[in-house]
């Protein structure tokens, strides 16, 4: 029953209808055999519909939920063939996240000297939470959305609108408030890194991960090499506080550390023999 993943979705409510037809309501998809509610959200327990579905629809999915059985699953639940679920329909909300994160970084490139498209990033950063076995698409979606929110014309309600309140919370969560200057806001990720939720530090260790192997292998032209050593310090001060998530993405971040300073060193010393 439990995934290798620690951090599945929040909750997920099984419903049994009259029929004995069993009905998943969870954040953004309520899915029973062959009938699918692609836009239903779970806020506070109550079902809502966002989106192109009617208000009819929503009525008769309350009506529903009235006359049947509500049943409560633990998270670590995982679908199987029983159900008529399968963790393909959890793709939806990961192209979708996806598209959203392509289509406002659409302008972006990275600050390496190979100016790679911004979007190479978050999919680096989602890529290492699925190499870590983590299984939570909310937080994947997340990880693949983290940067909208700080870098684009995307809204936190934007994010919440689209991919339900959890989604938007951990973008939220990892998102810098750009009105204090770069040298506080570093300084306030290491202090919030230890309240953060673990769905939130999972993405925040995963994008230090990515930004660490970037300054180690195409780093940012106008950064001096003092600049990278400072930056690999800084990260390593950050993912101390959000320790404790994920193992394989820990040590993924060691390694990616370690292989970076190393390319510092070389470089620092190189120039010192200059
Ligand atoms: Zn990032």
């Given amino acids: 029953m439990e995934g290798p993943a620690t951090y599945l979705s929040d909750y997920f409510h099984w419903f049994v209808d009259r029929d004995g037809r069993h009905w998943?309501?969870?954040?953004?998809?309520?899915?029973?055999?062959g009938v699918r509610f692609r836009d239903a959200v779970l806020v506070k327990g109550y079902p809502f519909f966002v989106g192109a579905l009617g208000s009819l629809r929503a009525l008769q999915l309350q009506q529903f939920l009235d006359e049947s059985k509500p049943i409560w699953v633990k998270p670590g639940f995982r679908y199987d063939e029983e159900t008529g679920m399968t963790p393909r329909t959890d793709l939806s909300i990961l192209f979708r996240a996806l598209g959203f994160a392509a289509d406002h970084h659409r302008d972006d490139r990275r600050k390496g000297v190979g100016a790679s498209p911004y979007i190479n990033h978050p999919i680096a950063v989602a890529s290492e939470l699925v190499g870590a076995g983590v299984e939570d698409v909310e937080v994947i979606a997340a990880a693949l959305l983290h940067d909208t929110v700080e870098d684009t014309w995307a809204t936190p309600e934007d994010i919440g609108?689209?991919?339900?309140?959890?989604?938007?919370?951990?973008?939220?969560?990892?998102?810098d408030d750009k009105s204090l200057?770069?040298?506080e806001r570093r300084r306030l990720q290491v202090v919030h890194a230890p309240d953060l939720d673990p769905g939130a530090k999972l993405i925040k260790i995963a994008d230090k991960t990515a930004?660490?192997?970037d300054v180690g292998?195409?780093?940012?032209?106008s950064w001096p090499l003092q600049r990278r050593a400072d930056y690999l310090d800084w990260t390593e001060r950050v993912v101390e506080g959000c320790?404790?998530?994920?193992?394989?993405?820990e040590r993924r971040y060691d390694n990616e550390l370690s292989s970076a300073r190393y390319r510092v060193k070389q470089a620092l010393e190189a120039e010192g023999a200059e």
Avoid: I, M, Y
């Avoid at 998943?24 to 055999?33: A, E, S």
């Fill in 161 to 175: 609108a689209q991919f339900g309140p959890r989604v938007q919370e951990l973008v939220e969560a990892v998102t």
């Fill in 24 to 33: 998943k309501l969870g954040p953004w998809c309520c899915t029973t055999k």
């Fill in 181 to 183: 200057k770069s040298r």
């Fill in 243 to 249: 320790r404790g998530v994920n193992d394989t993405l």
């Fill in 211 to 213: 930004n660490v192997h």
């Fill in 217 to 221: 292998h195409d780093p940012p032209a």
